[in-house]
């Protein structure tokens, strides 16, 4: 079974389309994730929930909304595309302690092409 | 603010290479440090941790110590093989109270292809 999975894989549309990305953990974390890599492999956070509640929420445009139903799922919204949002966005999950022990699990990726 | 720096790629082996990936930090506090492996396509997954000074995480022949004095957390393996072909990241976790808990800071991103 997948620890953490991530719907669709790929997703292509045009700019100014509103799309969403899901993500669901299986592992009993209460913590999950989303980050942006972009066409440089570079990786940053965008956003973090916690049992629900919003802890970490970076410096992102507002078109970007994190919605969590419950502790097993997060999902990413993205309103009025821009070609610039074309990047691989990863889900993570954790057990968060506090003690920066805990390791964060990664999905697959989402590939998102905005044409 | 808390970063990591990677030596830049991309990084080209022969099979059976010893490989040094250089990783140094800086942070406030006491962080954890990670090496994450991407394969092409594919998510990170955890390749080896360090929580503490003088630590070493060690996983599938790749070795890493967490050096306090140099700041550092260089990724070694005596012996590469195709199969290890991947981007590899350093990140922290800033682990003291009032830091926001759970941001990993990763570096840049080192690819490594071995070539047969």
Known sequence: DTAVSQTPKYL?????????IKCEQNLGHDTMYWYKQDSKKFLKIMFSYNNKELIINE?????????SPDKAHLNLHINSLELGDS????????QLRGGGVETQYFGPGTRLLVL | GDSVTQMEGPV??????????????????????FWYVQ????GLQLLLKATKADDKGSNKGFEATYRKETTSFHLEKGSVQVSDSAVYFCALIRADRGSTLGRLYFGRGTQLTVWP
């Open chain 1, 12 to 20: 292509v549309t045009q700019m100014g389309n509103d799309k969403s």
């Open chain 1, 59 to 67: 410096t992102v445009p507002n078109r970007f909304s994190p919605k």
């Open chain 1, 87 to 94: 990047a691989v966005y990863f889900c993570a999950s954790s």
């Open chain 2, 12 to 33: 080209t082996l022969s099979e059976e290479a010893f490989l040094t990936i250089n990783c140094t930090y800086t942070a406030t506090g006491y962080p954890s440090l």
């Open chain 2, 39 to 42: 394969y092409p396509g594919e």
